[in-house]
């Protein structure tokens, strides 16, 4: 399956909802660039793959670490901004 997908203003694309629903696509994903090419992976729970990382070993974990950080604080906020604003 291709499509062409639009990216808006601020760098976002949207995936159509019959490709969510196929891949298992929730509100959290693993994103990677290999060899100019976008990958993006359907994550469960980021609890559970931090888990699995540490248990069988990461080459960079501190990457890792870094991109769970980062996942966390955008929810965290996108929770504040729900409740309170």
Known sequence: MELLIKIDDKGRILIP???????GLK???KMRVEENKLIIESVENPIEVLVQTVVKGSKNIEEEIADFRKISEREGLKRVR???L
């Open 82 to 84: 729900e409740r309170w």
């Open 27 to 29: 509100r959290v994903v």
């Open 17 to 23: 909802v019959h490709i969510r629903k196929k891949l």
